[in-house]
């Protein structure tokens, strides 16, 4: 499974962007997905995830700003984030998990000025 994370970039605090990634291959449809972030010097660390049914999972830094969201028939999994704060600055990774197996992407950077 190849993962393709794009949307990343240079935003002011209280802005918005959005992330995207795609995943090659069928596996997609039956995947948790989920994207994960780690600041300079920091763990990496979960963000939120979603079900191949569409329940999502938050971390509580971030409920409230961000939505996670998916396309199967594009392979795609999203993330808004809006009222952004200079402490969501970091390499935001997308996951794709299938029965404790995971994949990731290659990270995109979000730096949020303040």
């Known amino acids: 499974v190849q993962l393709q994370a794009s949307g990343g970039g240079l935003v002011q605090a209280g802005g918005s962007l959005s992330l995207s990634c795609v995943a090659s291959?069928?596996?997609?449809?039956?995947?948790?997905m989920g994207w994960y972030r780690q600041a300079p010097g920091k763990q990496r660390e979960l963000v939120a995830t979603?079900?191949?049914?569409?329940?999502?999972n938050y971390a509580d830094s971030v409920k409230g700003r961000f939505t996670i969201s998916r396309d199967n028939a594009k392979n795609t999994v999203y993330l808004q984030m809006n009222s952004l704060k200079s402490e969501d600055t970091a390499v935001y990774y997308c996951n794709l998990d299938t029965f404790g197996i995971s994949s990731w992407g290659q990270g995109t950077l979000v730096t949020v000025s303040s």
């Open positions: 291959g069928s596996i997609f449809k039956i995947a948790v």
């Open positions: 979603i079900t191949s049914g569409g329940r999502s």
